[in-house]
């Protein structure tokens, strides 16, 4: 019996030594994924229990690989640095956020430059955007909420913090969104900046209102109040991407049909061309 339990616990420690070596291996992607599989599966990964073993492996590699395997890993690091440094973390997040964005929904409407790339010249300026106009932006006006109501948890405050970030804080953050917007797209005139915010703004002050209060209460229920600003710019970001992608190709859709004539041909002898070698439709459309 003894030297059964020794054979039985011999052969599992050549296992986990086999499993860990597939892991640590320079063997390529997909053999250490089947390995950190396979090791997820039979509960020898550190705060799994094998019950859901894909699920698993992503959160290790989310958090910092398996070293961190059990641990906070790439989140706590993230949250101490919104505690230590939040300006500068939320201009980070939002920045990168804001043109991946915009690339994102340029691969997914199939919107490219003159050059044949998705990466147009409005990555960088949404980054820009996000990172220097939207962050502290967002940053001071949550800090106003979130002092305006400082230690207020009942019921009542809730729902009133809601309706004042939905009346004043997203009106504001929209109205500057838009006029962003607007110059990124290549508006010269207040008049063309003006029609901008005049046609888009109720469109996504309408999103707003039906994401804002649910995400708000999502916040005030499971957030630290340091990580609402980047939750925020999450969901902006899925909202966003799929907004513009529709957009973008609502514009393209335009182009090609003031382009191409309602006959699918190029008029006045003219080849298809990029977005950007297309003559502008007016004032310029909301992004």
């Keep these: 019996m003894s ?5 039985r616990d011999t052969v599992q420690t050549a296992i986990q030594q086999g499993v860990q070596n597939a892991v640590d ?11 950190a599989v396979t090791e997820a599966a039979s509960g020898n990964l550190p705060g799994t229990k094998g019950h859901h073993p894909v699920a698993a492996v992503v959160g290790t590699a989310v958090t910092g690989g398996r070293q961190n395997a059990g ?12 505690e230590d440094n939040p300006l500068r973390t939320k201009m980070l997040t939002a920045g990168t956020l804001a043109g991946g964005q915009e690339l994102i929904a340029s691969w997914l409407a199939k919107d490219r430059n003159k050059h044949g790339n998705y990466f147009t010249a409005r990555v960088p300026k949404m980054a820009v955007y996000g990172a220097l106009v939207s962050a502290p932006l967002g940053h001071f006006l949550i800090w106003c909420l979130q002092k305006a109501f400082k230690n207020r948890t009942s019921l009542r405050a809730k729902i009133l913090q809601i309706l004042v970030s939905n009346l004043i804080i997203a009106p504001i953050q929209n109205s500057v969104y838009l006029v962003a917007m607007a110059l990124i797209a290549g508006a010269q ?9 005049r046609v888009g703004f109720w469109k996504v002050m309408r ?9 708000l209460a999502f916040a005030q229920k499971f957030l630290p109040e340091q990580t609402w600003v980047p939750f925020f710019n999450l969901v902006s970001f899925v909202i966003g991407t ?4 529709i957009t973008k190709k609502k514009r393209l859709a335009a182009l090609r049909k003031k382009h191409f004539g309602d006959g699918g041909r190029p008029t006045g002898g003219s080849t298809m061309g990029r977005p950007e070698d297309y003559p502008p439709l007016g004032p310029n459309p909301p992004y």
């Design 71 to 82: 641990t906070k890993g790439y989140l706590a690091a993230y949250l101490k640095q919104l």
């Design 3 to 7: 030297s059964l339990k020794i054979e």
């Design 207 to 215: 999103v707003s209102w039906i994401t804002s209060p649910i995400c």
């Design 189 to 197: 005139t207040i008049h063309q900046v003006r029609a901008t915010v």
């Design 242 to 245: 799929y907004i513009n992608t």
């Design 25 to 35: 291996a320079p063997r390529g992607v997909i053999a250490s994924t089947a390995a």
